[in-house]
């Protein structure tokens, strides 16, 4: 008898918190091992490793109907063994075992390849349930590779039933896993204490079973939707009773009697996690209400006064970039920005604002007026850049906007030589309260990198942080630079917009300012896809081919880039591919000048930069980009927030639908700055029709906004945008591209209002609630350090 029939033998007493090995569960020193690859330390995480699929394998088929099964689809039944051999010769080293499963009706054949042991838990005579693809030569009926268990009354697992299919990793087989789960189902998972109170789990459940019913007319509509095996199919069933229990909605997540039980198991288990992601909001949204701010009051002249200072600022720099300019005014959406900040500024409570808007809106003018009016009352303002290269340029960019309102920069980067360093430091502890020699005040407004954040940077009174590419900090980076003042007010920036309909779900806690309208004299990037064939020329027109606009653009004094993505996450061959790339280049470039008609010489001058390099070599290339001594950088999507470069005009995008929309939107960004007109070529030889739809989209629409709506649309499940973006932790069941869960969303908002007080501090007697969000399950979520700090605050000092 093999020895997994047995009782287990469990060491000690088990809770969730027992780590993984210690648990004595089947498998428990590979899942020691390899478990936290996949996130599993503890009998919680295990628990709560939720199935990926589930097949049905529930109908069970006589040995002789499976002769009927059609090549390919999956079947179970109920066999015995008739024989059983090994052929471990077969193909060399890949060894096959073949076993003959019959009942009373007839008999099949099994085959496992390069699966071992199969031999030792499989014997003759052994009634087993079997499921698996049938796969059909000439009359004989094979089961291809199959999932087996004894069929001896004990729980089905592995076939027979709603089967769970979990993700896993190298070293762990599907049987183990599902096994384990099972003892942590029968040992903890069955007493999970209820956190929910009662009275919300009805509410819930109401809530939906109304949810559904409007719905139902919506989805009879459209026909169709997710087969019943996907997870979308939660969305679609009318639910009815209470919202399950958590014990009973752990064992239906992964053990299901029907999909009408894991469809309300899974409602459940999303319900919670969006419940948490609402607590944390409300919680920040709460704190930040009671905290005790910097009161800022920006008179209307001085307001008046300093834009008129800084369209000025803009309209030089126009001129000295074209020579001919218009002269520059704010935006209609830069001066509601502005003046919506400076009511902000006014407020005793800290301003916790989002400034959305494409790259090339004018973000910087806005942050530079906010600086300038918090260092205008001798207190500090911080801008923190995503890279070194960036911090450097924004505080060239800050300057020429600041100082005309009277105030410096400090700029204070990993990279600055000690004794800079060291001065930067001591006038950010104590700014003098005089101008310096050139009249401008110092100390007040410093740009910076996440170097700003470390222990050693002491700021005198810190009363505005703005943060530019707020997506790319973490929200800890982002609250440590908060630390640094008494709760300062807050300006992110970013230049991926959150759709609209995520943002009332996850930006309740801040404000917005759009800019959506790009300043006046932009011309659109004009946008073309090709395939990498097309690349020197486009049907025999050279003059459509990539490299001959490359060559055209370069030899009127303009700049290229020529984006290489990421392969597989694999920074090393990603810039293995750029170098490559960068090689070939200056050959077909010249080449392509010669079928112009073009003097081969002079060569152009290719430059590459990607993640393997060093920081400082890196920027070292990207400046001598910038400043003209490069015609061409390669370069991997540490482009993406990249350089300044208004005389680029081309972006070339190779295998462009390795990109998400959002991304593709924002390296076209990079071209287009200047006043010449800008082209962006997107590469791609896919045949994949979202891939395609993706960049077709991308060709026919400018506005980021709107992208950013559509990309929601277009992309496939699990990949979770608005999430990503804003920096927020990533929902793992619940999926806002849902609109079931938006729904849901919006009542677990009013929900956790209920179940925090004024402060911001969950309610007493949810102890049992407050404990799964700081350390339970929803801990993932994040919004238990939100709770940990309102308590903090409540203690008296
Ligand atoms: P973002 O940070 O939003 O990507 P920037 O602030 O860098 O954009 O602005 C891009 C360019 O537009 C800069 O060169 C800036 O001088 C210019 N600019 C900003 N606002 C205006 C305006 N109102 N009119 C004309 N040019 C502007
Ligand atoms: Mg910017």
């Not at 780590?19 to 599993?40: D, E, M, Y």
């Not at 005790?292 to 369209?311: D, F, K, M, N, S």
């Not at 393997?612 to 390669?634: C, N, P, S, W, Y």
């Not at 992208?707 to 699990?718: F, I, P, S, T």
Request: charged fraction near 25%.
């Amino acid at each position: 008898m093999p020895r997994h029939r047995g009782p287990v033998t469990l060491r000690g007493p088990i809770g969730l918190d027992t780590p993984i090995g210690a648990s004595g569960f089947v498998g428990a020193p590979i899942l020691k091992r390899v478990g936290p690859k996949l996130g599993i330390r503890t009998v919680r995480d295990l628990l709560f490793h939720l199935p990926r699929r589930y097949d049905d394998l529930r109908e069970l088929s006589r040995a002789r109907d499976l002769g009927w099964i059609p090549d390919g689809e999956i079947a179970s039944a109920r066999l015995q063994v008739r024989s059983i051999r090994v052929d471990p010769t077969f193909r060399r080293r890949i060894q096959r075992t073949i076993a003959y499963l019959g009942d009373e009706t007839g008999e099949v054949e099994a085959t496992w390849f390069g699966r071992r042991y199969i031999e030792k838990r499989l014997h003759e005579g052994d009634r087993i349930v079997v499921s698996g693809r049938i796969k059909r030569r000439g009359f004989t009926t094979t089961f291809d590779n199959p999932e087996f268990q004894p069929d001896d009354g004990s729980a089905l697992l592995h076939a027979g039933r709603i089967v769970p299919v979990y993700r896993l990793t190298a070293g762990l087989t599907a049987a183990t896993l599902r096994r384990a789960i099972r003892q942590a189902l029968d040992s903890v998972g069955a007493a999970y204490p209820e956190y929910l109170p009662a009275g919300i789990a009805a509410a819930e459940a109401m809530a939906e079973a109304e949810s559904a019913a409007g719905a139902e007319s919506a989805a009879a509509a459209s026909a169709g939707g997710a087969g019943p095996n996907g997870r979308d199919s939660t969305a679609g069933a009318a639910p009815d009773g209470p919202l399950a229990g958590i014990s009973a909605a752990l064992e239906s997540a992964h053990y299901a009697e029907s999909f009408e039980k894991r469809d309300a198991a899974l409602r459940r288990l999303a319900f919670d996690e969006l419940l948490a992601l609402q607590i944390g909001m409300v919680a920040r949204d709460r704190q930040r209400r009671v905290a005790v701010g910097h009161p800022i009051q920006v008179p209307a002249t001085r307001l008046a006064e300093a834009t008129t200072a800084v369209e000025l600022a803009l309209t030089e720099q126009i001129r000295a970039r074209t020579g001919a300019p218009e002269p520059a005014h704010l935006t209609a959406d830069q001066a509601e920005a502005v003046s919506a900040i400076a009511a902000d500024l006014a407020c005793p409570r800290p301003m916790m604002r989002l400034l959305q808007g494409d790259v090339g809106s004018g973000k910087t003018a806005v942050a530079a007026l906010a600086l300038a009016f918090v260092a205008d009352t001798g207190r500090q303002g911080a801008l923190l850049a995503p890279t070194d290269l960036l911090a450097r340029q924004h505080a060239v960019a800050l300057r020429r906007l600041v100082e005309p309102l009277g105030h410096g920069v400090t700029l204070l980067t990993a990279t600055l030589p000690a004794a800079e360093r060291r001065d930067a430091l001591a006038l950010l502890a104590a700014p003098p309260s005089a101008p310096d020699a050139t009249g401008l005040s110092s100390g007040r407004i410093v740009v910076g990198t996440h170097a700003l954040v470390q222990e050693a940077v002491q700021f005198a009174d810190l009363a505005l942080a703005v943060v530019d590419e707020q997506h790319r900090f973490g929200v800890a980076q982002r609250e440590a630079l908060g630390a640094k003042g008494v709760s300062p007010h807050v300006l992110l920036m970013t230049a991926t917009p959150i759709p609209r309909t995520l943002a009332q779900i996850l930006l309740a806690d801040q404000d917005v300012s759009d800019l959506r309208t790009p300043p006046a004299g932009r011309l659109r990037v004009r946008t073309g896809i090709r395939r990498s064939s097309e690349l020197a020329s486009v049907a025999g027109v050279a003059s459509k081919g990539a490299y001959p606009l490359i060559v055209r653009e370069v030899r009127e004094g303009n700049r290229a880039f020529v984006l290489v993505p990421l392969v597989e996450e694999d920074e090393e061959s990603s810039a293995r591919s750029a170098d490559e790339v960068a090689r070939e280049l200056p050959g077909q470039l010249t080449e392509a000048a010669r079928r112009m008609g073009l003097d081969p010489e002079p060569e152009a001058r290719v430059g590459v930069v990607h993640g393997q390099m060093k920081a400082a070599v890196r920027d070292a290339t990207m400046d001598r980009f910038r400043r003209g001594e490069l015609d061409v950088l390669v370069g991997t999507t540490v482009l993406e927030v990249g350089v300044d470069v208004p005389e680029a005009t081309v972006m070339l995008i190779l295998d462009a639908d390795r990109f998400g929309l959002a991304q593709l939107h924002q390296l076209r960004g990079r071209v287009g700055r200047g006043e010449a007109q800008a082209y962006c070529i997107l590469v791609s030889d896919s045949e994949d029709e979202t891939a395609k739809a993706r960049l077709d989209v991308l060709a026919t629409h400018h506005d980021g906004f709107e992208l950013a709506e559509m990309d929601l649309e277009l992309r496939r499940e699990g990949e979770l945008l608005g999430l990503h973006q804003s920096g927020l932790p990533t929902l793992r069941i619940a999926s806002l591209r849902r609109p079931e869960d938006r729904r849901r969303s919006l009542r677990a908002r009013r929900i956790a209002e209920d179940l925090l007080d004024d402060a911001g501090a969950i309610r007493p007697g949810l102890e049992a609630l407050r404990a799964e969000l700081e350390t339970g399950w929803l801990a993932r979520v994040g919004a238990g350090e939100m709770l940990a700090d309102a308590a903090d605050a409540e203690e008296p000092a």
